[in-house]
């Protein structure tokens, strides 16, 4: 290493580091993990694989909803809640919504300055514009790499407008859902299907004065999630009431977490629904390299063109043009390409 550069620290080093807790090995860490540059993918995974398997007493918790339903206050609240009885709190966001100005969760608001600046928690924000070499955001690595960082409660924030929440539905054990007071019969923007994945939902700004109008809206949801199919056997969906801004129905929420965890470890479906995630990350990486090793292949690079040229005239048609590129693939690996 030259001196000009920063130092680079060795996979030992990164390992040692994140296992004790230095916040800043596990934010370089995690900066390599999201990285596409093959040195820092190779690197990542070399951590990655020396990280696995601290998750076992972990809880995550997935919360989502609406742009503005006070997912962060609330994440905060929670967050203070956890770490006044103990525990070490980690916060990732995925996909805040960026389009609505640098708001979401780097705006003025959702800091979590106060919850930040306690010594046993980390919080990471992650834009989903501006990674680096545009990979996908890889939280469920991130969600690893803080496990082995001796995080016992990981909280994922998402909003609930995209694929996002099905995404981190892949990741995390509980999810919440923030809905606001007043509009129950719309579902305030968020996509039906997102009901269906909630373990909790919460009835959100039900601050003291606006309570009426909050009891209205639970008994509508409550109506809403009879009808939903169950997600998991043996878990009965409750909706709450919660104030972010004033700790209203926080350590509720917090209750109804530690019995849907007490539930699912008597019935073996924890450790099925964590079995079946790691399964679908490996698929989904499996799939992701795969994609990028075939386009940059250089046969099928050198196809490429002229099978676009022939399908767009009219002259190929996209499943031959398909199969086309996956000759020249095949080819690049040594078989003769034919099917
Ligand atoms: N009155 C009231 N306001 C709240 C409550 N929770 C959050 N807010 C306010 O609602 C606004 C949005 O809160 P955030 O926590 O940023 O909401 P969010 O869901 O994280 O928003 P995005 O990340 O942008 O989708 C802020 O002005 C908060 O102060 C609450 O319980 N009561
Ligand atoms: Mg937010």
Not at 85 to 102: F, H, Q, T
Not at 154 to 165: A, D, K, L, N, R
Request: hydrophobic fraction near 40%; include cysteine.
């Amino acid at each position: 290493m030259s001196g000009r550069q920063r130092h680079e620290p060795t996979v030992e080093e990164f390992v040692e580091g994140i296992r004790s807790g230095d916040r800043r090995l596990l934010s370089r860490a995690i900066t390599l993990v999201e990285s596409s540059r093959p040195e820092h993918e190779k690197l990542a995974h070399e951590i990655l694989d020396r990280c696995l398997g601290s998750g076992g007493d972990s809880i995550r918790v997935g919360v989502t909803g609406a742009p503005g339903a006070g997912k962060s206050t609330f994440i905060e609240a929670l967050g203070l809640h956890l770490t006044d009885a103990g525990k070490r709190v980690a916060v990732l966001a995925i996909d805040p919504s960026s389009s609505r100005s640098k708001g979401s969760i780097l705006g003025d608001k959702s800091r979590m300055e106060q919850l930040a600046a306690r010594p046993e928690t980390f919080i990471r924000p992650t834009p989903s514009s501006g990674y680096l070499g545009g990979a996908a955001p890889r939280t469920h690595e991130t969600i690893l790499l803080c496990e082995a960082a001796g995080y016992d409660i990981i909280i994922v924030e998402t909003v609930g407008v995209g694929q996002s929440e099905i995404v981190v539905n892949s990741m995390v054990d509980f999810i919440l859902l923030l809905m606001l007071p007043g509009s129950g019969d719309e579902l305030q923007g968020i996509k039906r299907g997102i009901m269906e994945i909630a373990d909790l939902v919460a009835v959100n700004k039900a601050d003291s004065g606006r309570q009426a109008i909050a009891e209205l809206s639970k008994a509508d949801f409550e109506a809403a999630m009879r009808i939903l199919p169950e997600k998991h056997s043996g878990w009965k969906r409750k909706v709450l009431l919660t104030s972010a801004l004033e700790g209203g129905g926080v350590s509720e929420v917090w209750e109804n977490v530690e019995a849907f965890a007490a539930a699912m470890q008597r019935s073996g479906e924890w450790g099925e629904q964590r079995r079946e995630q790691l399964r679908h990350l490996l698929h989904a990486i499996a799939e992701e390299r795969l994609k990028r090793e075939f386009y940059n292949t250089p046969q099928v690079k050198a196809a490429t063109a002229q099978v676009e040229r022939q399908v767009l005239a009219g002259k190929l048609s996209p499943f031959s043009g398909a199969l086309e590129l996956l000759r020249a693939f095949r080819r690049s690996v040594g078989s003769d390409g034919s099917f």
